[in-house]
């Protein structure tokens, strides 16, 4: 009795058929589609092909016997008989596999039509979402939750804050809101929050949305102040407010608005909704942010995808020492790879937190965690084709190094399981709270360093 074909292997056939394809020189796009099942594409605008060709039918006949379940209802399709063929041909999201050789195979490519994880090998990269802006943005990651991401982005704040930037933190964990509880005095979020823009926005109603409320944590000394766009708005007396009915509605692409303009993606609408709380940051206090933080959904989810790969300047990845979560990032990494330029792209904004470290002291597991970064960075960011960098040596221990595998530490203590920042609203000035957070908050603080103060 022959196997079944499974989703992997399924998708290793295919990808084997489409190369034979393009050996005909057609260009070919292997579309997967939300269920996992295949359609192969080829590119006959300039030499048609007959639909019922003896080499169409095998090859239709081919994906239909090898990848069983996985084989979409038509799996072969020429661009000739299509509609609209340049939605695939010259989608922004495609993937290239093999470059189309002169007088040999065609050029081969992929496109994911998927829901979760597309961004994580989105191209264009390099050039991000936004306008080009003269502020920082920081965003803050954990391949696995419960690592004191969130309470690292209230510290964080606060010190920059000290230094006198204006700082904007936007929590982006849509799904399971922290950042609100450490930086919002009870009773004091926005009216609005980013979920809001999201739904708004998709029917052309954002105009005139609250999005920002002023941090209790911004110091009374100075001019530093902290801003908090929240993931779920707080409701005035007698509105109602149904947060799950908007988060089931805000992660699927939009069409255009008016035709011939260009579809509204999930990333750009993000984009947009930050965009907005930036704005009203400057517009509430004549002031622009310096620093926006976004704290990020954990896990393999498009809003983290989007975070790091379009939204930030930098990256800050915490990690704590374990086999699941390199396994996390050594396959996050290599979805960039897939991109050589975006994995080019992507390396030198990211830098490793050694999250819940036990001891400052304790170099020696320090520089076991730096090993295994090390490893994991090597053999897919630093692991490129063409790519002309010298590659990096793992350092002496106890040496200084700055590159992105570089662990910054954040100490762990039993006083930080039991904090209640509503009770101690001082919290980040304790002394054990100081003592955790001191290498990162000065590691990052060189990493928001505005070149051009050097020059005033």
């Not at 407010?241 to 303009?261: T, V």
């Not at 050589?340 to 036990?358: E, N, T």
Request: hydrophobic share 40%; charged share 25%; net charge negative.
């Amino acid at each position: 009795m022959t196997e079944t074909a499974r989703f992997d292997d399924a998708w290793e056939e295919a990808c084997a058929l489409a190369h034979r394809a393009a050996a005909s020189g057609h260009d070919v796009v292997l579309v997967r589609d939300l269920s996992g099942r295949s359609t192969l594409l080829i590119d006959d605008r300039h030499d048609e092909l007959a639909p019922d060709s003896d080499h169409l039918t095998l090859l239709r006949q081919a994906f239909l016997d090898r990848l069983g379940p996985f084989a979409a209802h038509n799996p072969v399709q020429t661009a000739a008989s299509m509609f609209s063929a340049d939605m695939f041909f010259a989608a922004p999201e495609l993937l290239l596999l093999k470059q189309r050789e002169e007088n040999g195979p065609g050029r081969v490519s992929v496109l994911e039509r998927t829901v979760v994880g597309a961004d994580w090998s989105a191209p264009g990269i390099e050039q991000g979402l936004a306008s080009p802006r003269p502020w920082c943005r920081i965003a803050l990651y954990g391949f696995k939750g419960g690592v004191g991401r969130s309470t690292a982005t209230a510290v964080l704040a606060r010190h920059l804050a000290e230094l006198g930037k204006c700082v904007l933190v936007v929590d982006l964990d849509l799904e399971s809101p922290g950042i609100s509880n450490l930086l919002a005095a009870p009773g004091a979020a926005s009216r609005h929050g980013i979920v809001d823009h999201l739904v708004e926005s998709a029917v052309g109603n954002a105009d005139g949305l609250e999005l920002l409320a002023k941090s209790y944590l911004t110091p009374k000394d100075g001019n530093g102040e902290i801003w908090l766009a929240s993931a779920s708005g707080t409701p005035r007396k007698g509105e109602s407010y149904d947060y799950l009915a908007k988060l089931n509605r805000i992660y699927s692409d939009l069409p255009p608005d008016q035709p011939g303009e260009k579809p509204r993606p999930f990333a750009q609408r993000l984009e947009d909704a930050i965009a907005a709380c930036e704005e009203q940051t400057e517009k509430q206090n004549g002031r622009r942010p310096d620093v926006v933080l976004l704290d990020s959904r954990a896990g393999i989810h498009d809003i983290a995808a989007v975070a790091l790969t379009r939204l930030s300047d930098r990256a800050l990845l915490f990690a704590v020492d374990n086999p699941s979560t390199w396994e996390g990032y050594r396959m996050l990494f290599e979805q960039w790879k897939q991109q050589p330029g975006q994995a080019r792209a992507m390396r030198d904004r990211l830098s490793i937190v050694a999250a819940m470290f036990h001891s400052a002291g304790d170099i020696e597991r320090l520089n076991t965690l730096r090993r295994h970064a090390y490893d994991v960075f090597m053999a897919t960011l630093y692991d490129l084709p063409d790519d002309d960098t010298p590659e990096p040596y793992l350092p002496a221990e106890g040496d200084v190094d700055d590159k992105p595998y570089a662990p910054i530490p954040i100490l762990f203590g039993n006083d930080l399981v039991g904090l209640d920042p509503q009770r101690s609203p001082n919290w980040t000035k304790l002394p054990f709270v100081r003592a955790a957070y001191r290498d990162f908050l000065s590691a990052v603080e060189e990493l928001v360093h505005d070149p051009y103060e050097d020059l005033a």
